[in-house]
Nanobody
């Protein structure tokens, strides 16, 4: 059974960098043709696709977050990470990691694997 678990601080101060880790168990993040991504949901809003990384280590970003987001992976730990710089209260959201074959996951419905999510609040 494949499981995804997000981890990181639940409170970040404005202007700081938010750092999250997604730990994948039950399968390898280098599995052929698999893509892994980060999606968030601000309170009262819909899902927002942020970006992802492929099984080959190629990263993709939503234009909305490209200037502030950085996604990386650690194949030795079977993890991929998200860093979001210069955060503001508008970055308060539940952050999810997800995985699917053939393309970057952008919604829950199209994802084969979906994490439980982690609440991050940006506040001083």
């Amino acid at each position: 059974q494949v499981q995804l678990q997000e981890s990181g601080p639940d409170l970040v101060k404005p202007s700081q960098t938010l750092s999250l880790t997604c730990t994948v168990s039950g399968d390898s993040i280098t599995k052929d043709s698999f893509y892994w991504g980060w999606i968030r949901q601000p309170p009262g809003k819909g899902l927002e696709w942020m970006g992802g990384v492929t099984y080959r280590g190629i990263t993709y970003y939503s234009p909305t977050f490209k200037s502030r987001a950085s996604i990386a992976r650690d194949t030795t730990k079977n993890q991929f990470t998200l860093q979001l710089s210069s955060v503001t209260p508008e970055d308060t959201a539940v952050y999810y990691c997800a995985g699917r074959p053939w393309s970057i996951p952008t919604t829950r419905d199209e994802s084969k694997y979906w994490g439980v999510g982690t609440q991050v609040t940006v506040s001083s």
